[in-house]
């Protein structure tokens, strides 16, 4: 008996003081979803990318204010308007030892339109290539269909996986759509679960994943950049809010990602750091502009949103600051833009003002000096208090006559009802994903239009011809100075018209132990490859 | 015996063909799964091929056809966001489900029989009134409250055990099992009791109500007149007569430990059936809800026979072929 009693506790200490010493090489990270799947061409969600990002690299990188920096290649110019040169890196090495060459590049990009029962495929990039060939081994040639002035960006999100260990033949030859010839048997996702087939460039290898529970990834002593910082990192999904606060108070973790606004001053006392960042995600509202808008009433089944001046006295009615302040906890900034200012193709636009008087004179000046009723959708669980943020709105608009009432829903449902077209004005959120303006443009207040597959989010159906136009010309526009200008001109002419009203830019926020850093990123993304130790 | 098993079979087909047919109507009446799953800067034209390879651009009907046929072959589907067979994707998390579950239900038995028999034999004695008292709290908390207690205190607070997580998990009989290293087994024991608390103040109500009336009875009486020692009236006279409606109990909560341990599992990040269930509702992944909710019937239609069973044996009065499904 006293024998059990002593060594039980000698030997929980010897094992605390082993694992403190394992420590010191290894990171946890508490992430707040899981990645679907270790296959980098499977689904396009941000916690494959983030996840994936340590095990594989692309062409270029976005450094954390999402400037396109070379990645795999070390540099690249526009030969013409459709044509792109891609230096690559030499000596870099695949995890498995192998040799990194333009035909790891050119089965990759071949690979994805292949890759089976994607709920999301990373098809929307490689389609718009036309031809690629290989100068030689490190100059690759690349012709897209379109003019793309986008293209360097959006190749981050093309990951290079290794074409020997997926089995590919010698001669790799590039063809549109699939038709690729000498790519051998491709494996499908499900194979990526094996270290012998999620073969990447990057700073760690994968070593074990078991779903739901948690990723390992090792160091990769050969890694092009240097020696990676953690001998071992563990990514653990903990979806629920308050137990991903705990593990990090608990010991855990060491870092994670998206903690509640609410509980960061604890966190905070209990000694961890805590980092923010402005993300590019906006939180915006939009208005259905159809004659048969639903959910509208008082306006003798008129669409009062189609008049301008009514959508502008529904900004200028909305305390941002107060939002901010209050609901957002100071994690967020009022915005007066797309896109927080300086990115690409902002314009350094004001925020609107919080003027409920002249608000209430430009309804009056619209024919409703009573207001009118309306119908708010938002989803319940998506972006950062949106539901709060929503009933703060409809106070908002109801104090100068618009009585509003949330229909706030889970987002499963919110996004299905929102395409549907079923709500008169909606809260949502964008981020945009090439850190540049074409992208909120382009999916949110572009026309509608099937064949030119733009305005896909434009739920409010807005449309501004002159706008369409000069965002297409800026789409084809090579010139990064023309276009960025280009940009800020159809931004000012969709805010001018008030056709889509700007909230606030969300803050992301990360809280770790007080001896890591983290340098926060727009993109939302927690990478494991940028922690470091602090100095 | 044997009508009686094939009148039960038919019943748990009804039941899960129902249940199919529901859940499948159900999650197409939330919304696309396509409109959460894609990325917002996908085209019409991606979306629309998304839908066709998804098969979600056919009409209800014709999904339903086809998901019956596959399944009466076997197969029940493939995940929409995984896109593995549905049926793999559960499987992979049973054994987390079943551990957990097991380890909470041998908690709830062998520390709540005991004590509900002894609250059932001194109902007036201190004892008795705490067992009593401290049931009522196991009760009437709210299962995720007492597991963010258990976490602020033992993991946060004290720093004993870890706050979630499954822990280092061995091979045993082909299966991942957490209880055999100690860092499994630490990760385990919040868990576990969190789900052990409720089943456990329904066992210890359950024993002691039981036994309050079984010692009244003659048998009781007579045995302790015939000199019987205390222990034995206690074993063999007692615990054996209020086993029926506790296993009855037990067989209906393991059920339901296995199926809709949900709460646990969010609570404490554990990669069990149940945090699968909630994601895929919350991506409305239609496959794996279905087969998720038609293999809980069969778990709990499987564990009520094998209720039905151990009844016979406790009592053998009981006899199969004259009980009602």
Same mark, same amino acid.
């Given at each position: ?122 098809? +929307? ?9 290989? @100068? ?17 960006? @959006? ?127 906006? +939180? ?11 959910? +509208? ?49 902002? %314009? ?89 303006? %074409? ?97 | ?58 009409? =209800? ?38 551990? =957990? ?35 009522? =709290? ?19 607070? =004290? ?167």
């Amino acid at each position: 008996m006293t024998v059990k009693t002593l060594t039980l506790p000698l030997a929980a200490g010897c094992l605390v003081a082993s694992l403190a010493q394992a420590h010191a090489q290894e990171l946890s990270i508490g992430l707040k979803s899981e990645a679907t799947s270790m296959d980098p061409h499977f689904h396009q969600l941000s916690t494959n990318i983030q996840v994936g990002k340590n095990i594989f690299e692309a062409l270029t990188t976005q450094d954390a204010v999402q400037k396109v920096t070379p990645g795999l290649a070390e540099s690249w110019e526009a030969v013409d308007d459709t044509t792109w040169r891609f230096k690559l890196r030499k000596g870099v090495k695949f995890h498995d030892g192998s040799d990194f060459t333009a035909r790891d590049v050119i089965y990759s990009f071949c690979r994805v339109p292949l890759v089976q029962n994607s709920p999301s495929a990373y098809t +929307i990039f490689t389609g718009g290539i036309a031809e690629m060939t290989a @100068e030689d081994d490190h100059t690759l040639i690349i012709k897209t269909k379109d003019t793309n002035p986008l293209w360097p960006t @959006e190749l981050w999100s093309l990951a290079i996986i290794s074409a020997n260990a997926l089995g590919a033949e010698e001669d790799v030859v590039f063809a549109p759509d699939g038709e690729c010839t000498g790519m051998g048997e491709v494996p499908q996702a499900p194979a990526f679960n094996s270290p012998d087939i999620a073969v990447g460039t990057g700073p760690y290898k994968l070593e074990s994943y078991t779903r739901g529970s948690e990723l390992t990834v090792t160091r990769f002593e050969d890694y092009w950049g240097g020696t990676p910082e953690w001998e071992r990192v563990v990514m653990r999904p903990i979806t629920s809010d308050g137990p991903r606060v705990a593990a990090l108070l608990a010991g855990d973790v060491d870092l994670i990602e998206s903690p509640p606004i609410q509980d960061l001053p604890r966190i905070e006392e209990a000694g961890f750091s805590v980092v923010d960042a402005l993300s590019n995600r906006i +939180i915006y509202l939009h208005m259905q502009q159809l004659d048969d808008a639903p959910g +509208i009433g008082g306006t003798d089944g008129k669409n009062p949103l189609q008049d301008a001046r009514v959508r502008e006295a529904i900004s200028l009615s909305i305390n941002r600051e107060a939002i901010a302040e209050r609901i957002m906890g100071g994690y967020a900034q009022p915005a007066g833009e797309l896109l927080p200012p300086p990115m690409f193709g902002t %314009s350094g636009r004001e925020v609107d003002p919080y003027d409920p008087e002249r608000a209430k004179e430009l309804l009056a000046e619209a024919g409703y000096p009573d207001g009118f009723t309306l119908n708010l959708g938002t989803p319940n669980d998506r972006y950062i208090n949106d539901e709060q943020i929503a009933q703060a709105v409809a106070q908002m608009m109801a104090r100068i006559g618009i009585q509003t009432t949330v229909d706030a829903t889970t987002a499963s449902q919110f996004f299905s009802r929102r395409n549907a077209l079923e709500f008169p004005i909606y809260m949502a959120g964008w981020g945009a994903s090439s850190g540049d303006m %074409s992208s909120p443009l382009k999916s949110l207040v572009a026309t509608y239009d099937e064949t030119t597959g733009t305005g896909t989010t434009n739920a409010g159906r807005y449309s501004n011809p002159e706008m369409d136009a000069l965002l297409a010309e800026a789409m084809s526009t090579i010139d990064d100075a023309k276009r960025d200008e280009m940009l800020q001109q159809a931004e000012t002419m969709v805010l001018d018209d008030y056709g889509i009203i700007p909230l606030h830019y969300e803050q992301t926020v990360w809280a770790m132990k007080s001896d890591l850093s983290y340098e926060p990123r727009v993109d939302q993304y927690t990478m494991a490859r940028e922690v470091k130790k602090a100095e | 015996m044997l009508v009686y098993l094939v009148r039960r079979l038919g019943q748990s087909l009804l039941a899960i063909v129902a249940m199919a047919v529901l859940v499948f109507a159900g999650v197409y009446a939330i919304g696309n799964p396509v409109d959460v799953l894609i990325n917002p800067e996908a085209t019409q034209a991606e979306i629309a091929a998304t839908m066709q390879r998804l098969g979600l651009d056919r009409p =209800l009907y014709e999904q339903f056809g086809i998901f019956v046929m596959n399944a009466l072959q076997g197969d029940l589907g493939t995940s929409f966001v995984y896109g593995r067979p549905a049926l793999a994707i559960i499987m992979e998390r049973l054994p987390a489900t079943m551990e =957990l579950a097991l380890v909470a239900l041998f908690l709830s038995v062998a520390i709540g029989i005991p004590l509900g028999v002894w609250a059932g034999l001194r109902p007036d004695s201190i004892a008795g009134r705490t067992i009593m008292g401290g049931s009522i =709290l196991g009760f009437s908390l709210p299962n995720f409250w007492q597991g963010m207690l258990l976490i602020l205190v033992f993991a946060v607070l =004290l720093g004993w055990l870890p706050a979630g997580g499954r822990g280092e998990t061995t091979e045993f009989l082909g299966l991942q099992v957490s209880f055999l290293t100690w860092d499994g087994l630490t990760h385990l024991i919040l868990p576990a009791i969190n789900l052990a608390l409720f089943k456990m103040s329904l066992i210890i109500r359950l024993a002691r109500a039981n036994t309050r009336e079984v010692s009244l009875q003659d048998y009781v009486k007579f045995a302790r007149a015939k000199g019987l020692s205390g222990r034995r009236v206690v074993m063999v006279h007692i615990l054996k007569n209020i086993m029926i409606p506790v296993v009855t109990i037990i067989g209906l909560e393991l059920g339901s430990m296995v199926a809709f341990a949900i709460v646990t599992e969010t609570v404490f990040a554990w990669p069990g059936m149940g945090k699968l269930l909630i994601d895929s509702i919350n991506l409305l992944d239609r496959p794996v809800i279905v087969a998720y909710l038609m293999l809980t019937v069969l778990i709990i239609v499987s564990i009520n026979l094998l209720v039905d069973v151990i009844y016979s044996l406790l009592d053998p009065r009981i006899r199969l072929s004259e009980m009602k499904g």
